[in-house]
């Protein structure tokens, strides 16, 4: 958490992220930064052809690359196979985490019968109720809510405003954003004409739960219902941004990433891999399959095969979207078109008439 | 919250739910599944012929059903009006709510002067403000809040992180699930070009209170917003899904299901029985009409008649948008046409021309 | 927080907005409300042609007007450059706000190294973490969480639930309704094929913060992630709706209004006086210019000029998305069209052949 990170020499640097450097390995580097933002003394990244403009005019001192690119004058490079993936490791490496001290601390209330590992921090106004479990190094902020025979993993963070509801399972090395909710009842109801007092939607009990596999990531505001019967569940190593939907029954991932706003209705399946761009909607009961990507707002209606781009609502394959995007941009001039094309067969035919 | 219920014999659960047995009553039940989930001692349900395969193929021990079906060897009918509801019960009977044990817990806030039932539930980290008031059997999670001259009704569930802003008023047997919002402020603003320190969005009071009847549920992380005079009403037996907005002022239901991320604006009137689909958007001042649907993703924007299904962005009577949307897809098509007849006319025109 | 605001004289009222009164100043007005649902006693407000209607047959006793319009019989008309700015300073006048009193309320948590300002109130069951800084007059409500290092300026409101993460900077006469949060980590990763347990998405440290200016106001729910490296900042005056999503590196404002369910991606730019309508999405890495407008649902792929009105997904001028759209509706008429005059040709053709 500290604001200025100490300086260290790019030759370091460069051993640390395995890569090769061409430049002076005293150089000292205090931070690092995107190319546009990059200063001298800054490390940045150049990943991606689309920026060579932004590479070419960076007054960054280094820049980690791929490929052969050619060194300039005052700028060293580090060569490496991934620069963005070396950018966040040396990220990692300047800005480490301090973990809190471990320990319940004054404020925290953690029922009897619950499970706390000693390596565990539990802050002021957190909760861990009866037959809970906390796994070792893992930090629950004040509000984290750890609900009855739930269980989370060790080295996970809940961060302020968490609910993690009864019997639901967590993973090791997740983190929770703030005020994100796994758990909450599924969406479901029997229309009931004859109620006690007049037709009612009839609530469904939701007896399942939701299990988050490891090294996932949650984002704010983001909701897991829990299953009907059985487990909704968020497979190993997938990320959901914030304010993403995901209902009951539904099973997302391995490796997927949700962006934010997305939402994903009731016992569908998002396959391994897979990218749902923005404000993509999901209908219930289908299948995106492995590696498909979605693009922002599209709403998906059919299963999507593995390994293919849809986009539109209803989606349909990106290509077939992007034509009909560009008809639909020629439609007033078709109508002009057909409207001219008219009056030439009506002459055509008051010729042949004659 | 049990996980293993108490399994119970076959006609007793019949009789629970009204039914005509077609099968063994001894059979001893286990558990509640799908029809593809379930295995020997469970019970499914059958209430739409679009699963028929599943139904065919269930390991089931006893289905649900409605109608004349013919009984199969090995698996045993339960005849009832509505099989979906019949479930409902079934899962409620086989995993009983345990309600907490009621009273004021240490670690709970509760103002002297607000009025908390004896049998009412206020859990640690909870808050009752002065002059709210909390009925009998309600159970108030860590980090529920309830505002000044606040009132909740009789079993009420908070789950832990609600917020029931100031006044607000909640009716009995109401479900606000994590994290929810009752009664922030409206999103209202008057521009105001000569402010103190230069142009500004001057904050219009937000000064009316929100209104939740009986038999409500409020999805987690769903916003709910004061009136700005008067009452922005949730009505009788209405369900809201996860992320959804209810803007100031306006009214809903009863008996409407509002799903997952769908948001309706200022002064907008949603009518009884209706059905919002997830992601849709509804425009302020205009009213969805009683028992009327709209589709997935939709942008309604204009007044929607009673008992009519909508979809579209903007939204259109569902067969219209069905036309337009299968159009879209042939716009490629009808572009070449056209070019097609154009040279057709052409090669005409040239032949009168000689 | 009162419900029965004290009763005034209508001249009182009408030289606290500078108007000019047309009627008696000794009548007594009682409360404010809009044309359709004031009453006698009721001061309201006409600042539209369209609710002409609404205002002709209104029942108020006052009527807030711009422009010449002749009185009437039993209606009072204060005359004022614009009414919907004086009716919201009557709201104002009518409904004072009574802050809390002052001072660490016995169960909130201040660190030991943080700075809370004598006059700043904080509740039961907030926190202030270890160099912090919370300003005069501001208040915290329970469950409200002010990270290390954080800072917040005077006179804010932040509601229960509020999530303020470590080190970000919140300005002065900040509201953060319920449940929002500031400061969670911006979604970005790095795919590494060959991670220790196989593939992963590699987590790219967000090391940056929040800045929220002074005068914002974020919605119930609404998330605000820090920068990767740097700050995203929302401007001065910018008024964010509930359930909004603001990602990292996003600059904002000022004096922008971004209504419920719109977001706003990676490092985009939303300039002054932006209007983004409901579930806009933004994609990242582009500038809508100042004061542009972008219409409901709307998906913004590129950039949009200052000034200008955008709509549809993707969105376009919104001339063209009108066009667009009426054409869409024409598709099927095109169709059929299109196949009667194919037929004319042919018969012409038939004819010429002859």
Redesign the interface.
């Known amino acids: 958490?500290t604001?200025a990170p100490a300086p260290r020499r790019l030759g370091e640097l460069a051993t640390l992220v395995g890569g090769e450097l061409l430049g002076d390995p005293e150089t000292l580097i205090h931070?690092?930064?995107?190319l546009e933002?990059a200063g001298p003394g800054d490390v940045s990244f150049y990943g991606n052809t689309r920026y060579r403009r932004q590479f070419e005019a960076t007054r960054a001192s280094a820049v980690l690359v791929s490929g052969e690119l050619p060194a300039r004058a005052g700028l060293a490079l580090v060569r490496v196979s991934?620069p963005?993936?070396a950018?966040?490791?040396l990220?990692?490496a300047?800005?480490p985490?301090a973990r809190p001290a471990p320990g319940v601390r004054p404020?925290a209330?953690v029922h009897p019968e619950a499970t706390v590992h000693p390596e565990a921090t539990v802050?002021?106004?957190a909760?861990v109720e009866a037959g809970a479990r906390v796994g070792a190094r893992t930090v629950l902020?004040?509000?984290a809510?750890v609900g009855?025979?739930a269980q989370v993993g060790d080295d996970c963070v809940l961060?302020?405003?968490v609910?993690v509801?009864?019997?639901c399972i967590i993973g090791s090395r997740v983190?929770l954003?703030?005020?994100c909710?796994v758990g909450?009842?599924g969406?479901?109801?029997?229309?009931?004409p004859e109620g006690e007092?007049g037709?009612?939607?009839?609530?469904?009990?939701q007896?399942g739960i939701v299990r988050v596999e490891d090294?996932v990531?949650v984002?704010?505001?983001t909701?897991i219902?829990r299953a009907?019967?059985?487990e909704t569940v968020v497979g190993r190593?997938t990320?959901l941004?914030?304010?993403v939907?995901i209902?009951h029954n539904v099973r997302v991932g391995p490796?997927a990433?949700i962006?934010?706003?997305a939402?994903v209705?009731g016992s569908a399946e998002v396959g391994t891999?897979v990218v749902l761009a923005?404000?993509v909607?999901v209908?219930g009961h289908i299948r995106v399959g492995d590696l498909a990507k979605v693009g922002?707002?599209s709403?998906v209606?059919h299963d999507v095969p593995d390994g293919e781009v849809y986009s539109g609502?209803?989606a349909?394959p990106h290509k077939?979207w992007l034509?009909?995007?560009a008809?639909?941009?020629?439609?007033?001039d078709?109508?002009k078109?057909?409207r001219a094309?008219?009056r030439?067969?009506e002459t055509?035919?008051k010729?042949?008439g004659e």
């Open positions: 958490m604001t931070g690092l930064n995107g933002e991934n963005h993936l950018y966040a490791r990220l990692k300047f800005y985490t404020g209330w802050m002021h106004g909760s902020y004040p509000g809510y009855e025979q961060y302020p405003n609910t509801r009864e019997r983190i954003h703030a005020s909710v909450a009842d969406f479901g109801f029997a229309f009931n007092d037709p009612e939607h009839y609530k469904i009990p007896v090294d990531e984002g704010a505001c909701c219902d009907t019967i059985g190593g990320k941004d914030n304010l939907q209902a490796l990433l962006c934010a706003q939402g209705s891999g923005g404000q909607g209908v922002a707002q709403g209606a609502s209803p349909v077939e034509r009909a995007s008809a639909l941009g020629q439609m007033a078709l109508l078109e057909m094309l008219r030439r067969v055509l035919e010729e042949m």
